[in-house]
């Protein structure tokens, strides 16, 4: 369901990958009424697992956004409800059926991936924060400023997007990625054009101030051509820049928040 690979460098370190996946199991392949080949490329966060070191503990989902989107909320409160695109996607991007959906179907992803992600999530998360008394989580994904247009009407987008959780990201964490990411001169915005980070779900209610965690969004059009083809030269700068940051990542006082 998932894969969990990596002997970080900061032991207290953990990086989580959702989205990266093209992989579509066959009991969805079955279910499928039109080509989403471009559609998957178009939505996932494409290559980004391909950025991270091996010697970086990951937690990365193992299949498409498409089958099962770990970072929904499992919930009426959910707002990509509303577009076909909760946890079990209906439709794509331009609001078109791709796939015939039951109750049992979505149950059965709920259960056997859904909810085994995030908890293979706590299980990392807790077991970091035993062993050392911490755990820095990076949320990271990539964006298609064409997608965000399409969906959401915005545009201006960053290089670089910071998501932030006023409850669980130290203002130092945040200090720390943004100067880091302006050193390779990519421009940078705090919760715009997507806002928060992930929380393992295990601590919505227990507040636990050694967790700190942070979302990083990635501009395709800074690792990609036009033809979401990876170009080798802005691919390895940013590999590079990356790596760095996951090398030179400080552990901060987590009882500074950002200010709300």
Do not use: W
């Not at 009424?33 to 490329?41: S, V």
């Not at 707002?79 to 059965?108: A, Q, R, T, W």
């Not at 706590?122 to 994904?141: P, T």
């Not at 090398?247 to 987590?254: F, G, S, V």
């Amino acid at each position: 369901m998932f894969f969990c690979g990596g002997v970080s460098l900061k032991k207290y370190l953990l990086v989580h990958i959702p989205h990266s996946s093209l992989l579509i199991p066959s009991k969805c392949k079955k279910r499928l009424i039109k080509n989403i080949r471009k559609e998957n490329i178009f939505i996932s966060d494409y290559l980004v697992d391909r950025l991270v070191s091996k010697k970086v503990r990951t937690i990365k989902f193992r299949y498409s956004r498409m089958f099962c989107d770990v970072e929904r909320f499992n919930t009426d409160e959910e707002v990509m409800n509303k577009y076909g695109m909760g946890v079990v996607y209906s439709k794509d991007s331009n609001e078109s059926d791709f796939i015939v959906l039951d109750e049992e179907y979505k149950n059965n992803i709920i259960s056997n991936y859904y909810n085994k992600h995030h908890d293979t999530l706590n299980k990392e998360v807790s077991n970091i924060i035993n062993m050392c008394n911490r755990c820095v989580l990076v949320d990271l994904h990539s964006f298609s400023e064409l997608f965000i247009k399409k969906v959401f009407d915005k545009d201006d987008a960053p290089d670089i997007c910071i998501g932030v959780e006023n409850k669980y990201t130290s203002k130092l964490l945040v200090e720390q990625t943004i100067n880091h990411f302006k050193k390779y001169n990519y421009s940078v915005k705090i919760n715009y054009p997507y806002e928060g980070s992930i929380i393992p779900n295990k601590y919505f209610d227990v507040y636990d101030e050694r967790l700190d965690t942070i979302m990083i969004e990635l501009n395709k059009k800074i690792y990609l051509n036009n033809n979401n083809k990876l170009d080798k030269k802005k691919f390895n700068k940013l590999k590079r820049c990356i790596n760095k940051y996951f090398k030179t990542i400080k552990y901060t006082d987590l009882s500074i928040k950002v200010p709300s």
